[in-house]
C-alpha cells in the first residue's frame, strides 16, 4: 500500500514496510551511508543517514527507521549535516594521514564524504592507531590503522559468504576489525573471495600486489611476457576509465596489453572452452560408472578452499579440471614454450582476472611444474587498469588488435563462464554432443539466466534424466550442501561460484560497483552468446587442432598430467 509522505518541503510515495532510506531512495533522494548493505538488514551503527522528522526530538537513522505516513522530513537540514559533518570529523581524528599513498586515493568513501561536506581542517585530535598492517594472506592485505569500524566487511562475509574470517576484536577505543585472536589472515577461514574488499569503504581491505616484479619482467629482453585475460575482463575494464557498464572493450584491451609490453596476448575463454570439453568427458565417465556423483564444478579457487577447509567429505566429488586459468598457464610452458623453444624460466606468464581468490590459486603447490608457477602474477581488473594508466595509454585511443595464436579462437561458451550458470550451461551444450552425437537445439536456459542465489535444471539427454544446480555465494552452497548431506539423490552437477552473480561480480572487480553493473555485464556476455558464431566449446577450431596435434583427446593421459589436479584437507587453524 502506497501513501505520502513529505521530504525536503514536496510530497513523495512511500509504501508500507519501507525504511526511510529505501523510500528515499526509490524517489531519487540520495542520503550517504557508511554501514548500509543493499539487501541486508540495516543495522544503523555509523549514523550517517540521520534525518531529521518533524516531531521527533533525536535525529533518526534512515536505513533502520521505518517510514509512517504522517512523517515530515528534512534530509539536508542545517542540523542534519552538521551532525554528519560531526560523525566524518570524529572518524578523522585517528584516521592515517597518508592519503596520497593509500591504495584508495580518490575512491575512498570517507574522503569523498569529507569533501562534499567541506571538512577543511581538523577540529578534533585523537591518538593515531599504531596497528601493524597484515601481509599474510597471498590475496589480500589488511590495515587495520584504516578501519573506521563499519562492520561491512564482517557483515558480507558471515551474512553472505557464512564464512566469518573477520569480527569485531576487543571493546571501546581499542576496538578493530579481524580474524579470531587478532592472528594473520593466513591463518583464518579466509577464502579469498575478496568480497570484504568491494564493500570496505576506505583502504582497509586491499588485494595483494606485486607491481615491481611485473614491471622488470616487461622491461626484460631475455624475458618473454605472456598474459591471458579472463572471459570477464572484456566487459569491466571500460568502468574503470569511465565508460559504461558492460561496454565490451576485448580488442582495445589487447591492444593496450600489446603497448605495455607484452610478447603475447591470449584470451582465457579458449581455456574456458578447454575446461567444458574435460569436464564434461569427466562427467560423463561418472555417469557411467555412477560414482562420485553429484560432481561439483572446479573452476572457482574461493570455492576450492572452502572446500578444502569445511567440507572435506564432498573432495571426490570434486572435478579434477584444474581452472582456466591454470590450463592455460600449464599450457603456456608445456606447450606454447615447447613449440616456440622457450624455457619455462624465460616465460612470465601473467593472468589478468576478476578474482582475487585466482592470487592464492596461482601459488598452490598443485599449480607449481618443476618448482616454477604456471602463473607468475595475477592482476585483478582494478590492478590492470592501474598498469593501463601508469603507461599514458589511453584505451579509448587505440586501435583494436586480436588475441595472439594458438590460443586466440573461442567459442561463446568460453565465454559464459563469467557468469553464474553460465558453466552449466555451457556444459550442457557440450555434454548433449557427447552423449547423443548431436548439437543441442535449445541453446538457451532461462532457468539458469537470472541473478538468483541459486538456480536448478531438470534435462534429459540420450538415455539419462539429469539434474543441475547452479549457486552462487557460499551462504547459498552451503544450504545446498546441508540438503545432500540429509539424502537429496536428484542432483548430479552442481556449479558453485564464490561471488554472487559470477565472476563478473568478482572480489576483483572495480570498486563500489553496483548491483545494476553486474548486471549490464552479464547481459553484454549473453548478448555475445547470440552474436557469436561458434558456440559450443567442443567446436572451438583451435581447441580441435590442439587435441589432435598435442593432448590426443579429453582426460587422455597427456591432458591428465597436464590440466588435471587433486585437492586435500585444509586444516583451518582459526
Known amino acids: 500500500m502506497f501513501f505520502d509522505i513529505e521530504v525536503n518541503g514536496k510530497t513523495i510515495k512511500a509504501r508500507n514496510g519501507d525504511t526511510i532510506l529505501s523510500a528515499l531512495e526509490r524517489n531519487g533522494i540520495k542520503v550517504p551511508t557508511l554501514c548500509h548493505i543493499e539487501n541486508l538488514p540495516p543495522n544503523g551503527a555509523c549514523r550517517m543517514c540521520v534525518v531529521e522528522v518533524e516531531g521527533r526530538q533525536a535525529l533518526l537513522p534512515a536505513c533502520s527507521h521505518p517510514v509512517e505516513e504522517w512523517m515530515k522530513i528534512k534530509t539536508h537540514s542545517p542540523r542534519v549535516v552538521k551532525a554528519r559533518k560531526t560523525n566524518i570529523e570524529l572518524l578523522l581524528s585517528n584516521h592515517p594521514d597518508d592519503c596520497l599513498y593509500c591504495e584508495r586515493n580518490g575512491n575512498c568513501e570517507l574522503q569523498r564524504f569529507a569533501e562534499d561536506l567541506n571538512v577543511r581542517e581538523r577540529r578534533f585530535y585523537g591518538n593515531k592507531n599504531k596497528y601493524k598492517t597484515d601481509p599474510s594472506s597471498a590475496s589480500l592485505l589488511r590495515d587495520p590503522a584504516k578501519c573506521i569500524l563499519c562492520g561491512r566487511c564482517i557483515r558480507i562475509c558471515e551474512e553472505v559468504q557464512s564464512i566469518t574470517a573477520l569480527d569485531f576484536i576487543g571493546r571501546g577505543n581499542k576496538m578493530q576489525v579481524g580474524p579470531a585472536f587478532n592472528k594473520g589472515m593466513n591463518l583464518s577461514s579466509c577464502i579469498n573471495c575478496g568480497q570484504c574488499i568491494l564493500v570496505c569503504p576506505t583502504g582497509a581491505l586491499t588485494e595483494k600486489q606485486h607491481p615491481g616484479e611485473l614491471q622488470d619482467a616487461l622491461h626484460n629482453p631475455d624475458i618473454t611476457t605472456i598474459i591471458q585475460c579472463s572471459p570477464a575482463l572484456s566487459v569491466t575494464l571500460a568502468e574503470e576509465f569511465g565508460l559504461r557498464a558492460g561496454k565490451d572493450v576485448e580488442n582495445l584491451m589487447y591492444a593496450s596489453l600489446r603497448k605495455l609490453g607484452f610478447d603475447y596476448v591470449f584470451d582465457s575463454s579458449f581455456a574456458g572452452d578447454l ?62 614454450g615447447m613449440e616456440n623453444n622457450l624455457k619455462d624460466e624465460e616465460i612470465y606468464s601473467v593472468s589478468a582476472m576478476p578474482c582475487v581468490a585466482r592470487k592464492f590459486e596461482a601459488q598452490r603447490e598443485q599449480m607449481t611444474h618443476k618448482g616454477i608457477t604456471d602463473v607468475d602474477t595475477v592482476l585483478t581488473t582494478r590492478e590492470l587498469a592501474r598498469l593501463i594508466r601508469l603507461n599514458g595509454i589511453d584505451i579509448q585511443q587505440v586501435e583494436p588488435e586480436m588475441a595472439d595464436l594458438p590460443y586466440r579462437s573461442r567459442s561463446s561458451s568460453g565465454k559464459l563462464l563469467a557468469v553464474s550458470g553460465g558453466v552449466t550451461e555451457s556444459l550442457v551444450r557440450t555434454l548433449h554432443f557427447m552423449i547423443t552425437g548431436k548439437e543441442i537445439t535449445q541453446l538457451k536456459f532461462q532457468e539458469l539466466r537470472n541473478s538468483r542465489g541459486r538456480k536448478e535444471l531438470k534435462i534429459k539427454i540420450g538415455e539419462y534424466n539429469l539434474g543441475f544446480a547452479v549457486v552462487n555465494g557460499i551462504g547459498n552452497a552451503k544450504e545446498l550442501l546441508d540438503e545432500i548431506e540429509n539424502g537429496r539423490t536428484d542432483l548430479h552437477y552442481i556449479e558453485v561460484m564464490a561471488c554472487p552473480g559470477g565472476c563478473v561480480n568478482g572480489g576483483g572487480q572495480p570498486i563500489h560497483s553496483v548491483e545494476l553493473n553486474a548486471r549490464a555485464r552479464a547481459k553484454s556476455i549473453y548478448e555475445l552468446d547470440e552474436k557469436e558464431a561458434v558456440k559450443f566449446a567442443h567446436r572451438n577450431p583451435s581447441l580441435i587442432a590442439l587435441y589432435d596435434a598435442f593432448l590426443e583427446k579429453p582426460v587422455s593421459e597427456q591432458s591428465r598430467n597436464l590440466l588435471h589436479t587433486s585437492y586435500q584437507n585444509r586444516e583451518v587453524m582459526l
Do not use: D
Not at 278 to 305: D, H, N
Open 275 to 336: 575446461y567444458i570439453v574435460e569436464q564434461a568427458a569427466e562427467f560423463i565417465s561418472r555417469l557411467k560408472e555412477k560414482t562420485q556423483l553429484p560432481m561439483f564444478s572446479s573452476c572457482c579457487p574461493a570455492w576450492i578452499k572452502y572446500a578444502e577447509q569445511s567440507r572435506p567429505s564432498i573432495l571426490p566429488n570434486l572435478s579434477t579440471c584444474k581452472s582456466p586459468q591454470q590450463m592455460m598457464g600449464a599450457l603456456i610452458t608445456a606447450h606454447f
